[in-house]
């Protein structure tokens, strides 16, 4: 089955603007997303959808090839819908801009996954680390099933618990790592609006769960680090040179 990268860029941020083009070690943070997926899926089949041109130039000059989309895409899932109405695979994967530690190998487990069965949706998770804070509204954690199909996404610290004694011992965080067909897109699209729970969560996976499909999440490299806010990029920076020894 053929499968492609569509890594959804907005330059009009509501919480960082201008995010995607941010310097990363000297780097726009959509290049380094752009990069990490090419050793995935092959750099011709890596596209940024974005709606700015200036994220677009900063792309094609880097020798990646841009989609251009809507400026009233609700979510980076909206977009990726539109962009996969001009290019043509059986598997698309969207992988979030502001993902630069994603694992290459956790991109190929999804399409893997994804192949083996066209008919699950298939969403990455990682256990939350050190560090990190489970009560972070930026960071949405995911409940499971015990053969790993979502039950519910949110920015809340879940699984909850009455009795002190069965409190989670950690919690799954997503990774926005996505396996779609185009039908599975064109569905979400076609919903036409943010689902009740998607827009109180702001997480727009919730919106298949509205559509009753299933969501089969998987475990990915652990460490990995999304910036979301300007105070994120410091960490993150951090991580990359302890990665790539710069």
Partial sequence: MTACVIIPARYASTR?????LVPLLGKPMILWVAELSARAVGREHVYVATEDSRISEVVENA?????MTSSAALTGTDRLAEAAQMIDYDIYVNVQGDEPLVNPEDISRCVELKAADPSRIVNGFAWIGEGEDPHSVNIPKVITTEDDVMVYMSRLALPGFKDPKYAPERYKKQVCIYGFTREELQ???????KGTLEKSEDIEILRF???GRKIVMYETSPGTMAVDVPED???????LRRLWKL
Wanted: aromatic share 14%; charged share 20%; no cysteine.
């Fill in 187 to 193: 569905a979400f699209q076609g919903f036409g609006r």
């Fill in 209 to 211: 769960q509205e559509l």
């Fill in 16 to 20: 960082y603007p201008g995010k995607p």
């Fill in 233 to 239: 990029v410091a960490p993150v920076e951090a991580a």
């Fill in 63 to 67: 020798g990646f090839k841009a989609l």
